[in-house]
């Protein structure tokens, strides 16, 4: 089990998530930000800091946001598990349905 970014991130990609994360696991895509289900140590610490509350445990992701799941699983088919997000920076493979969201936040 991992866990996982939904809606609320997109577009506004707020990073605190980022800074807390030990383990380094949780990339930058074009409008949202993805947690690696690999390399996720499942010690929550990105939960309580993010600021719109879009991180939750992949058990408790609510039913409208149940796509994003495999959304953040799809973000690494490509890029793989490179060991960490600093090492990659920002990365334009944001799966069709983030892609195709309009803008959010507006």
């Not at 980022?18 to 930000?33: N, S």
């Not at 010690?43 to 799941?69: H, L, M, R, S």
């Not at 699983?73 to 990659?88: C, I, M, Q, R, T």
């Amino acid at each position: 089990m991992t866990y996982v970014i939904a809606e609320p991130c997109v577009d506004v990609l707020d990073k605190a998530c980022i800074e807390e994360c030990p383990v380094d696991c949780i990339y930058e895509g074009d409008r949202m930000l993805y947690i690696h289900p690999d390399e996720c140590v499942d010690c929550g610490a990105c939960e309580p800091v993010c600021p719109v509350e879009a991180i939750y445990y992949e058990d408790d992701v609510p039913d409208q946001w149940k796509d994003y799941t495999k959304a953040n699983v799809d973000f690494f088919n490509e890029l793989g598990s490179p060991g960490g997000a600093s090492k990659v920076g920002k990365v334009s493979a944001d799966p069709e349905l983030i892609k195709n969201l309009p803008p959010q936040g507006e």
